[in-house]
């Protein structure tokens, strides 16, 4: 009798085992359906990544920029302008720059500071627009983050 219960014992115990192993395998699958339908989920660019920040760039670009500068296929509106509004697929190019000047366009886009020492100009005052919106300062960089980071991915 203790023999044959030995034998139930281990019998039981091989069965567990195996459905232990299985368990491991179907769980270890499901891991792997959830990790591509996550991947799936996710073609966009990841958050915070210059990507991201591109898309974001575009999109206000899209409302508040195309209408003198254009963009993509689409010619700009804006024709009463005294001088035309720059190519801006070609700042690295008229600047013959082997880098992007980031720190020039921020202040270019900006406004402030440039309007000072450089005089009137056609193009609104960025800086104080977004202030005038009640951005903040963190808010102001961000969005001239966001613009630079679509201006840096169209350059010819
Ligand atoms: C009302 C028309 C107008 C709008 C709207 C406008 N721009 Fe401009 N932009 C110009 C003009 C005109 C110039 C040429 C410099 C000048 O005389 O102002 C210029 C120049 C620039 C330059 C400098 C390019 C270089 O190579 O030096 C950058 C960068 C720029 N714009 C970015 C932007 C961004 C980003 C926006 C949207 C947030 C924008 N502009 C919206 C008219 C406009």
């Known amino acids: 009798m203790p023999v044959l219960s ?5 019998n039981t115990m091989r069965n ?9 395998v179907f769980s270890m699958a499901l891991v792997g359906v959830v990790l591509l339908i996550q991947w799936g989920c996710n073609q966009g660019p990841r958050e915070g990544t ?11 670009f899209g409302e508040q920029c195309i209408s003198c500068h254009g963009m993509d296929q689409i010619a700009p509106t804006r024709t009463d302008l005294e001088k ?3 190519d801006l697929t070609r700042i ?5 720059a082997k880098d992007f000047p980031i720190v020039e366009i921020a202040q270019i886009i900006d406004g402030r500071q440039w309007v000072k020492s450089h005089g009137d100009r056609e193009m609104p005052v960025w800086g104080e627009v977004y202030d005038s919106l009640g951005m903040d300062k963190d808010e102001i960089r961000g969005r001239k983050g966001e613009l630079i980071a679509y201006l840096m991915s169209i350059q010819k």
Not at 19 to 24: F, I, Y
Request: aromatic share 0%; no cysteine.
């Open 6 to 10: 030995n034998r139930i014992n281990q």
């Open 16 to 24: 567990h085992k195996n459905v232990m192993n299985k368990l491991k």
């Open 50 to 60: 210059r990507e991201a920040q591109a898309m974001r760039g575009k999109a206000i």
């Open 84 to 86: 035309k509004a720059a």
């Open 92 to 96: 690295m190019e008229r600047r013959r």
